[in-house]
């Protein structure tokens, strides 16, 4: 096991407690996300586990499909 911090997996603290990754994040070929799906990929953005444009890119979603996720799901 290497002690480069290059070889640690990105991630943040999802309100449960838990480490949120990008294996956590809902797969790419969902159709239809639910709320909770949707809002940890909001907290992805937020927190900068992925981009706004690899999150469009990923979900097939608009900026402003996205905007709207946000706008429901963002913490204050």
Known sequence: M???PRDVEP???G???ARVTLA???P???MNLSASQKAIVVA???HGLITLGEA???YHLTTEEYV???SCFAEP
């Open 2 to 4: 290497s002690d480069d």
């Open 11 to 13: 991630f943040f603290i």
């Open 15 to 17: 309100p449960d407690g």
């Open 24 to 26: 956590y994040l809902p």
């Open 28 to 30: 790419s070929d969902l």
């Open 44 to 46: 992805a953005v937020r």
């Open 56 to 58: 469009c890119e990923r």
């Open 68 to 70: 709207s996720w946000h």
